[in-house]
């Protein structure tokens, strides 16, 4: 009995470190398993593309000059539109504009003389023109500057201008126009005329005249023109005091220009 108590048992050290088991933790029997079914590795999933939007590029500043160039372009763009759209609302409600007429009722020679000094011949005609306007709604502003001759074959024999005044709507005017003018070295001309009176008995002459006008409606005036007028007679004298007989008168009236 005394020599059980004095029996020693190994009393584990503390210090010293954890035992290492050399048995390996997946069993044999599993890694052989495994290593024979060879299993294929789980499918990976293709992800799209990213996109990427391209990078901006800096805007250009425009110049000033540029800027403003634009601006009188729109400016002017602007400004056709709204005459074209006048135009168009007058044409509706004023319908088209109609050239005036023209005529020649009579004809009266004041003066027909020719003077043998100096080789020079003095004519002085009275015509009476008849202005007629078609319009309904337009009225004619006759302005200053008009000029009207009388033409013998290609001399000039007088000239004088139409009076400026207003012509109304379908209104006739008949204008008493003076011409007065001198013929220079007219020997030649004044027989080429006393052999048209002999031979043919009539005698041709030309009235052409530069008529500028301004059209009005109401208290507005609007655009300006400029007729030109051809006038051809036929008369049978020019003799002075005695009344003088047109024959034939036929007036062409075309539009000169705009301004």
Not at 64 to 79: A, G, K, M, N
Not at 138 to 154: P, V
Not at 174 to 187: D, E
Request: charged share 15%.
């Amino acid at each position: 009995m005394s020599s059980d108590h004095q029996r020693i048992h190994p009393v584990p050290d503390v210090e010293s470190p954890p035992h290492q088991s050399s048995a390996p933790l997946i069993p044999p029997t599993l890694e052989k398993s495994d290593s024979a079914n060879h299993y294929p590795p789980p499918p990976t999933r293709t992800l799209p593309p990213t996109y990427y939007p391209p990078p901006r590029l800096p805007k250009r500043r425009r110049s000033c000059c540029c800027r403003v160039f634009c601006c009188i372009i729109c400016l002017i763009f602007t400004l056709i539109i709204a005459l074209g759209a006048t135009i168009g609302i007058l044409y509706l409600i004023f319908h088209p504009i109609k050239i005036p007429k023209y005529s020649i009722e009579s004809l009266r020679v004041t003066q027909f003389q020719s003077d043998p000094t100096n080789n020079s011949l003095t004519a002085s005609f009275a015509v009476n023109v008849t202005a007629h306007n078609p319009n309904k709604h337009i009225g004619i502003l006759y302005l200053s500057g008009s000029h009207l001759s009388a033409w013998y074959r290609d001399t000039l024999l007088c000239e004088g201008a139409l009076p400026v005044f207003y012509q109304g709507h379908r209104n006739t005017t008949v204008m008493n126009v003076p011409l007065t003018g001198t013929v220079n070295n007219a020997t030649g001309m004044v027989a080429t005329l006393q052999q048209d009176q002999s031979q043919r008995g009539n005698i041709p002459l030309v009235l052409t005249g530069r008529v500028p006008i301004k059209i009005k409606l109401g208290k507005l005036k609007l655009m300006k023109m400029k007729f030109k007028v051809n006038c051809e007679l036929t008369i049978d004298n020019l003799t002075t005091g005695e009344d003088i007989h047109i024959s034939s008168s036929n007036c062409k009236i075309k539009l000169k220009s705009l301004f």
